[in-house]
């Protein structure tokens, strides 16, 4: 009879898919956790895999082979409880990773601040096209794929790295797990403000993890000057191995040109050492996918995969859900929902679809929903971003109670900060209020760019509908 596994906790973003994982792997896989919904609810349904909507300790009767407990599961939990008391096997994800899947196989680890999910997706995509069959896990839906995660029978296990803690034993974080061979640090900014108490002690997890690639392996870092590049730099010293650098300044090894944006994505040339590499076209926008793709060019080069199958990849690749996903177009405005959960990210998501959708009022709209984005680490940082757009709508603090009046970001003085700077920007409390005030207050040619790292409490859904109807249609829009 096939192993059990037991995942508490299945309906997270990298749970789910190491479910599907385990299923394909030929093990029963069952699990708990409360509030599954779509689009985790249908991936497990499509799988036919079993799982409750409620932990309780029965739901390990009769005891798995082992269980696999989520980072956001504490102790209290009735089936960790379960677990802990009658001495089921346990472990994390990135343990069950380093475990189950990585032995043998070339580790392609995608690791920073920013830009993790596309560049994991875009290297899984390349290594695909070039036939060399990846085993891949990506943090979000990779569309190329339909789904986050693929099984191969070649050599490399391609996984996105991300840094925050492994679980309620082991604080570290996920990525000290993984082994790399090949490592990309896409940036570095302070996050996870729950976690590292500072910038330095945030810059030292990757110090050391750039300390574990072994001498023939290889680093990757964006290395401009400004922006992340002296914290990189710092942290590269760390390397036994080769350094490869790459961005738009000359005193990269990789450079780029500048991109040319046009309405299928962005055109640039890439040069090594001076010399020309090849011409790209990459069928996503933004600068900063520019830089996502230079990245996953150093590396697919380096497994000898050849320029004319990368480029084939790059003008194919259809990028990761919630990425700039365009929700429809209603009246002549356009609806485009992003994942942007971070000044830097809100800056570059908004230069994107500018763009990508130029001469078009850009409406901001962001839910301070992440560990960070709730707190007042970013209180400075966040209107300089959001001020980039045309108008500016704030969500309330998701969760606000849980922290405390010297701890918690204040959306009021976001938006007077954004005024000052002369955008005009609102709080609104919850979907509803935000999706009536845009629904009232949108014109044909605007762009609704609606951001946050969860649901929103259902805006973009709301919005469609509001938009969608005849009665509550936009002024000077039509319905369709």
Known sequence: MNKHIHIIGIAGSAMSPLAGMLQESGYRVTGSDTGVYPPASTFLDK??????????AANLQPPPDLVIVANIIARGNPELEETLEKKIPYRSLPETLEEFFLPGKHSIVVSGTHGKTTTTAMLAWIFHVAGK??????????ENFGKSYGLGDGCEMILEGDEYETAFWDRGPKFFHYHPDDL?????????ADIYRDFETYQLAFKRLVNLVPRNGRVVIWGDAQDSG??????????????H????SQENE????????????????????????????????????V??????????QGRGISVEMIQEALKTFKSVKRRLDVKGEFGGVLVVDDFAHHPTAVRATIAAARGRWPGRRLWAILEPRSNSMRRKV???????????????ILGGVHNATQLGDDNRLDPESVAEDVRKLGVDAKVLGGAEAISEHLASNGKSGDLFLIMSNGSFDGLCQKLVEKLSSPVETAPGASAR
């Open 47 to 56: 799988l036919g895999i079993k799982y409750n909507h409620s932990f309780a």
């Open 133 to 142: 069959q990846p085993t891949f896990l990506v943090g979000g839906v990779a």
């Open 184 to 192: 990309i640090i896409t940036s570095l900014e302070f996050d996870h």
């Open 230 to 243: 002296p914290a990189l730099r710092a942290a590269a010293e760390k390397a036994f191995c080769p350094v």
């Open 245 to 248: 650098t790459y961005g738009f």
């Open 254 to 289: 990789w450079t780029a040109s500048e991109p040319a944006a046009s309405e299928d994505g962005m055109h640039f040339e890439l040069f090594r050492s001076g010399k020309l590499f090849g011409k790209f076209h990459l069928a996503a926008s933004g600068k900063h996918n």
């Open 291 to 300: 830089l996502n793709a230079l990245a996953a060019i150093i590396v697919a």
């Open 378 to 392: 970013f209180q400075e940082a966040l209107p300089q971003a959001l001020a980039t757009g045309d108008k500016v």
